[in-house]
């Protein structure tokens, strides 16, 4: 009786979600629509952000520190909703944690292999995502036939963050990022890169309609979900208003964080929290 009470108060304990900042919150939007009893922990690390032009050492060190800090909170699973911290560290911090723990690359490679018919993928990311060619690794082991082709579009953060979703300044950039990519005739694109479905709308027009775009984030929630009904952690409670259902923290510029996530999740925030992340 008291092992039963005890899984049943571990499953109701909170989900971690991370990010270098505010593209995780795409990922914490599908949760919240495809598990809505989970609550979430979200940790977007604004003070570091960006994480796509710095080395695997040093997100390794940040992504760990971050890992510190939710299981303090404590928290039953950790999404890294990161493409370039899923890329470089995710399979260093499995080892050492013993809670579940899942990236967004995985599942986006996986949906990728389903929805191309000619057999080429593109990739787009941040440098770090594109130059570990994490994603043609986990597509070829799949099917090693299919051809990726990667380009990493460092600007596009920052013209998101400006919140330049539909902008002409967005479509010229847009454009000469994605030309070789059209040229090289992909029928499926992948968004490696939290931020990016932000200008889905952008990248889809330009890519042409004959081009299937990949969202990691609905696949990571719907592999979360499966993960946590597997492991019997799936929250069965309903959680109530003020239950602290959702909780965000962050490591700069609080209220610039809570301005962008109530533009993006249909749940309006209250506030954000200010941690020092050093510290972990
Ligand atoms: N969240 C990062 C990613 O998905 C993009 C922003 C950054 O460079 O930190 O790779």
Not at 165 to 173: F, K, L, N
Not at 178 to 189: K, N, Q, V
Not at 251 to 268: P, Q, V
Request: hydrophobic content about 40%; overall charge negative.
């Amino acid at each position: 009786m008291t092992v039963i009470k005890e899984i049943e108060a571990f499953s109701e304990l909170p989900v971690g979600v991370f990010d270098s900042g505010v593209g995780g919150l795409t990922v914490a939007k599908e949760i919240m629509r495809q598990i809505p009893n989970e609550k979430i922990i979200y940790f977007g690390d604004t003070a570091r952000v960006p994480y796509g032009s710095k080395s695997k050492e040093t997100i390794t060190k940040y992504s760990r520190q971050i890992v510190h800090f939710l299981q303090e909170q404590p928290v039953k699973a950790i999404v890294v909703a990161c493409n370039t911290a899923s890329a470089y560290a995710l399979d260093e911090i499995e080892k050492e944690l013993d809670i579940p723990i899942i990236g967004v690359i995985k599942p986006g490679a996986k949906v990728a292999v389903e929805a191309t018919i000619n057999g080429k993928v593109g990739v787009i990311g941040t440098e770090g995502t594109v130059g570990s060619r994490i994603y043609s690794t986990y597509i070829n082991k799949i099917n090693p036939r299919i051809t990726v082709l990667g380009k990493a579009c460092p600007l596009f953060v920052p013209l998101v963050e400006e919140g330049l979703w539909q902008d002409p300044v967005t479509d010229e950039i847009a454009i000469r990022y994605l030309s070789e990519l059209i040229d090289s005739g992909i029928d499926t694109l992948i968004l490696g890169c939290t931020h990016y479905p932000l200008i889905r709308s952008t990248v889809g027009k330009i890519m042409g309609e004959k081009v299937t775009l990949v969202n990691p984030a609905y696949e990571t929630a719907k592999e979360l979900k499966e993960l946590l009904e597997m492991e019997g952690l799936l929250n069965k409670k309903t959680p109530e208003l003020g239950d602290n259902r959702y909780q965000f923290y962050v490591s700069d510029m609080a209220d610039k964080f809570k301005t962008f996530a109530n533009s993006i999740l249909e749940y309006g925030i209250l506030s954000a929290k200010t941690i020092h992340i050093e510290n972990y």
